[in-house]
């Protein structure tokens, strides 16, 4: 298919119809620019939420083993809401759920482990010893 030729308009056609619309000569480059709209691409950029931790495995050990006043169900569920905040992408709602997710793993695994220290020093050394 060859490509259709159209016959170009001489310069000074386009400089007298400027001249003649009355535009100042400083803004001659305004009027003689053709309009074209570009086609643009919208392209949506979310947070990187994969940086925000879950701690959901340590949750559920925590939850199976170690649940010392129910602190483990409370961590799985804030590591759960961390999960969804996720998804929604509410990346600010994810770091403070994730932060006390992680508060709340660290506290019973903490006291859960010094709970079991206790009962393995005392059944060394038992209480009647004394």
């Known amino acids: 298919m060859a490509p259709t030729l159209f016959p170009m308009e001489s310069k000074s056609s386009k400089t007298d119809s400027v001249r003649a619309s009355g535009v100042p000569q400083a803004c001659k480059h305004l009027a003689e620019k053709k309009t074209m709209t570009n086609p643009t691409t919208v392209i949506e950029v979310y947070p990187d939420t994969t940086e925000v931790n879950d701690y959901y495995l340590w949750s559920i050990f925590n939850f ?54 206790l009962i393995f020093i005392f059944l060394r050394y038992p209480l009647t010893d004394y």
């Open 64 to 117: 199976v083993y170690l649940n010392f006043c129910c602190l483990g169900f409370i961590a799985l569920a804030y590591s759960l809401k961390v999960r969804d905040k996720k998804l929604l992408n509410d990346l600010n709602g994810a770091v403070e759920d994730a932060k006390t997710a992680r508060l709340f793993n660290i506290t019973s695994s903490a006291l859960a482990a010094s709970c079991i220290i």
